[in-house]
């Protein structure tokens, strides 16, 4: 039960985030957004930890992601600024939520074929997850709440002009899409050499986060796709060991006579 309560609670997070976005409340809308983010990052792990995995559980998340995450950005967005976009506008809006769920219904498909994968492929998503495709379409919005709060006018209204959330969202419905190899942090092990950095950053950005939350959120937006061909490198690479090694192991064919 504890699970799926907390799925329950991100899809009311997500509910809100669209009634405040109805409301103008775009921070607040946000800040729905990004609870129904954490929750969802939460309620897999707590179940797997308490032992209560079920098949509905996994639907349920799956309904859930897809309006948190597929059909409230979009709306959100629609309300910041697409909407002066007239007619066009709204395509943007269909790409982004379309390919959100077939996303999400590759991954549901691909739960039974896990088994047959090879190890390495653990470590990776196919395509951007959902939540993470979220925060990248929301970038105007919190790079706008940003520039609101810094007073920064122009930058403002670059943000409310249609075009950014226009290819935030169609730039993002790709990678939704994409069969590009995406590092989950399941599993992620940190080098040790690296341990220490990453500490000292994580506190900084933690420290950051606290002190300017939209322009935090919205630098992460853009780390992330820094990092997203350094995954596929990763991926390919240990691709590549793993066909070596599984060269090695074959026997070495019988000479005749």
């Known amino acids: 039960m504890i699970p799926n309560l907390m ?9 809100t985030g669209m009634r405040f976005g109805l409301e103008g409340r775009f921070g607040g809308a946000a800040t729905a957004l990004l609870i129904a983010a954490c929750i969802d990052g939460l309620d897999g792990r707590i179940a797997r930890l308490l032992r209560g995995t079920s098949r509905f559980g996994a639907e349920f998340d799956s309904l859930s992601d897809f309006l948190c995450f597929g059909v409230a950005p979009a709306f959100v967005l629609y309300l910041w600024a697409l909407h002066e976009g007239g007619r066009f506008g709204y395509i943007p809006c269909i ?3 379309v390919c959100m769920a077939l996303r999400l219904a590759r ?3 691909s739960l039974d074929d896990d088994a047959n994968q090879p190890k390495y492929a653990a470590n990776f998503f196919t395509g951007v997850p959902a939540p993470a495709g979220a925060g990248l379409a929301l ?3 919190f790079l706008g709440l940003e520039a609101q709060r810094l007073h920064l006018n122009w930058l403002y209204e670059l943000t409310r002009d249609p075009l950014m959330p226009a290819l935030t969202l169609s730039g993002t419905a790709f990678l ?10 399941k599993n992620f092990k ?5 341990i220490l950095p990453t500490m000292l950053g994580t506190g900084a950005y933690a420290a950051i986060l606290i002190a300017e939350p939209w322009g935090a959120l919205a630098a992460a937006g853009v780390i992330y796709l820094l990092l997203l ?17 599984q060269e090695s192991d074959e026997p070495a064919p019988q000479s005749p006579g």
């Open 139 to 141: 970038f105007p919005l």
């Open 229 to 245: 061909p350094i995954s596929r490198r990763s991926f390919h690479r240990l691709r590549r060991a793993a066909e070596d090694l």
């Open 107 to 109: 991954f549901n498909a």
């Open 95 to 97: 790409m982004f939520t």
């Open 7 to 15: 799925t329950m609670l991100g899809l009311c997070a997500g509910l």
């Open 176 to 185: 939704l899409v994409s069969t590009l190899p995406v590092w989950s942090f």
């Open 190 to 194: 940190v080098p040790s050499p690296l």
